[in-house]
T-cell receptor
Framework: DAKTTQPPSMDCAEGRAANLPCNHS???????VYWYRQIHSQGPQYIIH???NNETNEMASLIITEDRKSSTLILPHATLRDTAVYYC??????????????FGKGTKLSVKP | GAGVSQSPSNKVTEKGKDVELRCDPI?????LYWYRQSLGQGLEFLIY????????KSGLPSDRFSAERTGGSVSTLTIQRTQQEDSAVYLC????????????FGDGTRLSIL
């Protein structure tokens, strides 16, 4: 089962920041937080990941709370092409017995003009 | 190519037929994963390879499903005697190794069983 909880849907106005929350209260010390998104009819796309510190790349920023029990993905200037299902996933960077990602239901982000 | 390539992109077949799905991972990626996504559902893990070896096949939904990988590169997922419940998008992902992330996904094969 997924170890994360996300709101099922969110709306965002085009050009505004989209802030997507994720709760992972049972995260363990060696588990990373990963974010992927899936645009309709495409495979999931990696966005960003982090362990403790906040991270930023060309796509997004990841803010992780000090207790690591929750995080927020920030798309600074959302465009219509950012409309997608966003998945928050926690896992060790050692694959253990399988190495697979466990996807929950994600948050469907709708960016509106 | 630069990304994970899957073929065919769409496959329609009759119930009872066998199908073979192909995945070309990113060059140099030793870990390869198969998932499937049924309509309106989340991703379900099927199997992974580290090199040519698949240490755990317990995610395969039935013994009609099998997968192989040769030469540490291309992988094929075979479904024998297809059933209507096999209809789904089958996604392949690869990563540098099992211990390294992120996984990079192809756009999948949409399988429809009539």
């Amino acid at each position: 089962d997924a170890k994360t909880t996300q709101p099922p849907s969110m709306d965002c106005a085009e050009g505004r920041a989209a802030n997507l929350p994720c709760n992972h209260s049972t995260i363990s010390g060696n588990e990373y937080v990963y974010w992927y998104r899936q645009i309709h009819s495409q495979g999931p796309q990696y966005i960003i990941h982090g362990l403790k510190n906040n991270e930023t790349n060309e796509m997004a920023s990841l803010i992780i709370t000090e207790d690591r029990k929750s995080s927020t993905l920030i798309l600074p200037h959302a465009t219509l092409r950012d409309t997608a299902v966003y998945y928050c996933i926690v896992r060790e960077n050692y694959g253990g017995s399988q190495g697979n990602l466990i996807f929950g239901k994600g948050t469907k982000l709708s960016v509106k003009p | 190519g630069a990304g994970v390539s899957q073929s065919p992109s769409n496959k329609v077949t009759e119930k009872g037929k066998d199908v073979e799905l192909r995945c070309d991972p990113i060059s140099g990626h030793t870990a390869l994963y198969w998932y499937r996504q049924s309509l309106g559902q989340g991703l379900e893990f099927l199997i992974y390879f580290q090199g040519n070896s698949a240490p755990d096949k317990s995610g395969l939904p039935s013994d009609r499903f099998s997968a192989e990988r040769t030469g540490g590169s291309v992988s094929t997922l075979t479904i024998q005697r297809t059933q209507q419940e096999d209809s789904a998008v089958y996604l392949c992902a690869s990563s540098l190794s099992v211990t390294a992330q992120p996984q990079h996904f192809g756009d999948g094969t949409r399988l429809s069983i009539l």
